[in-house]
């Protein structure tokens, strides 16, 4: 198998119409691999690591809807799913069990490309989004969505408002903010407490990365606030 190409599982057990499906997505440079029920689906995903599902779903064994919940509990892959006319009420289920489009049979194979094509395009463009998750300042990485922090790969750990914190800063680098700015985002606009809080969170981080690392990454500007530095400290 080629390595380039994308990797299509169909799951059909219509065999004239699996065939076609994968005469025509050969012909068009895809890779694939069929399957013809929803059990032998669940097991030649694991075995192929596909880059995108065909999924039929009426099938033996195992339905499409159900192949599909199992699937979206390992993985974040583009599933069409493939309902005959008429399945209204199915097609809304296809869409909750976590597809991302669907096709009714029976269907012209130019749209199906079409559909195929909008759904690579999706799922690239969510990984991204997934990229402008990651913040980096220095050795230290930030991931948004999984809210860690690491430093040179070892995992700090942090409370989720020291998380909030850093991440604001590190969002900002080599920007002054104030103290009223971090506690508008960090704490919220309707936080009526002491506003030295974002020194005592400043300080529960520098314990944490800045004494711990012994790297500076917060820096105090006396009377206005804190910045999070990237280039080299030169005072
Ligand atoms: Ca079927």
């Not at 990485?141 to 070892?154: E, F």
């Not at 020291?162 to 700015?181: M, S």
């Amino acid at each position: 198998m080629d390595e380039n190409k994308t990797k299509v599982l169909i799951v059909e057990d219509e065999a004239r119409l699996a065939r076609f499906m994968e005469l025509e997505l050969k012909h068009e440079g895809y890779d694939v691999v069929t399957a013809e029920n929803g059990r032998i689906a669940i097991e030649k995903f694991y075995e192929n690591s596909p880059d995108m599902i065909l999924l039929d779903l009426m099938l033996p064994e195992l339905n499409g809807i159900e192949v599909c919940r199992r699937i979206r509990k390992e993985s974040d892959i583009p599933i069409i799913m493939i309902t005959a006319k008429g399945e209204t009420m199915d097609k809304i289920a296809g869409l909750d069990s976590g597809a991302d489009d669907y096709i009714t049979k029976p269907f012209v194979i130019e749209e199906l490309l079409a559909r195929m094509r909008a759904a690579m395009r999706r799922s690239s463009m969510d990984r991204s989004a997934e990229d402008e998750n990651i913040l980096t300042l220095k050795g230290l990485t930030i991931d948004l969505s999984k809210r860690t922090v690491k430093l040179d790969n070892n995992e700090i750990e942090l409370t989720k408002r020291e998380f909030d914190l850093l991440a604001y800063l590190v969002k900002n680098k080599n920007i002054v903010i104030t103290r009223e700015q971090i506690l508008n985002r960090v704490w919220g606009y309707d936080y009526f407490g002491e506003t030295n809080i974002v020194d005592v969170y400043i300080r529960y981080l520098r314990t944490k990365i800045d004494d711990k690392y012994k790297v500076k990454f917060i820096h105090t500007i006396r009377g206005v606030g804190y910045f999070a530095k990237d280039e080299e400290q030169d005072s």
